[in-house]
């Protein structure tokens, strides 16, 4: 949330990093927004393996105490899920 | 079907009993982490067989989650155990899972490729369902302790996630 209020307030040109924490198989905000250029960064508690996954789309490996990320190129909204838990959903509305 | 069916009788007797019983014939802590941990032992040894004997990607991929995540949660039971000073303790519940397990992986052995395949999955669709339902019903609840109930939660969230993915797993097998 720091580095999002940063990169808006100095320069818009700046990416911003937009973090996602997972504890006990929920995605925490579940509905994110980014822009173009950002990162999302998933921190996984639990001490079990999870993913980010767009159907169809990309995947985001998210190691057991561990963190994934990936670089948003695309504008849209996508839902997202866990590939070995697909009773844990997010949402991402990415802009311009 | 048969070992299916032992399998939840053994999940009803459980059931049913709780509303009569109360207190007297609740499962205790010790017992209830002796069950929780014997289901996951179980799922854990029907994803070897798989792993070994399917030759299906999705199927092998998906026995592979279900042993990385009860391995996983497994550990985590007998961490908390060892630190609560609890002893798991045996009983007619494990007893009974143990039993119908060993026989449904037996009617598996016998079984090959796309069949092996239908028959794992299925089995796993209903075991997770019949375990999600104990631990819902009459785990969770007869937990006294917190920290014991925190995990078995934790654990129902999991295996909810993973009946999901066996229902995907058996629609695309269909």
């Known amino acids: ?96 | 079907m048969y070992i299916r069916s032992i399998a939840t009788l053994a999940a009803l007797l459980l059931v049913s009993a709780a509303p009569y019983a109360q207190a007297a014939e609740k499962p205790t802590d010790p017992q209830i982490a002796h069950i929780a941990y014997t289901a996951g032992v179980i799922d854990i040894e029907a994803a070897k067989q798989a792993i070994k004997d399917s030759k299906n990607k999705e199927v092998v991929d998906f026995a592979k989650d279900m042993e990385r995540d009860h391995e996983a949660v497994n550990k985590q039971a007998l961490d908390l155990l060892k630190k609560l000073k609890v002893k798991p303790e045996d009983n007619a519940t494990s007893q009974a899972l143990t039993k119908a397990a060993k026989e449904e992986r037996a009617k598996l052995a016998k079984l090959k490729g796309a069949d092996f395949d239908k028959a794992y999955i299925e089995n796993e669709v209903a075991y997770h369902k019949q375990v999600n339902g104990a631990l819902e019903t009459l785990l969770i609840p007869s937990a006294s302790n917190a920290e014991l109930k925190s995990l078995l939660e934790t654990g129902l969230k999991i295996f909810q996630g993973h009946q999901q993915h066996a229902e995907h797993v058996a629609g695309m097998l269909k």
């Open chain 1, 1 to 96: 949330m720091v580095a999002l209020a940063l990169a808006f307030s100095a320069s818009p040109a700046l990416a911003a990093t937009i973090e996602v924490t997972i504890d006990k198989l929920v995605f925490s905000p579940a509905n994110i927004e980014a822009k173009v250029g950002d990162t999302i960064e998933w921190t996984n508690n639990d001490v079990i393996a999870h993913t980010a996954t767009v159907k169809g789309g990309w995947e985001v490996a998210i190691p057991p105490k561990s963190k994934g990320r990936i670089i948003v190129k695309t504008a849209g909204a996508v839902d997202y899920f866990c590939r070995f838990h697909p009773n844990m959903k997010g949402r991402l509305e990415v802009s311009p």
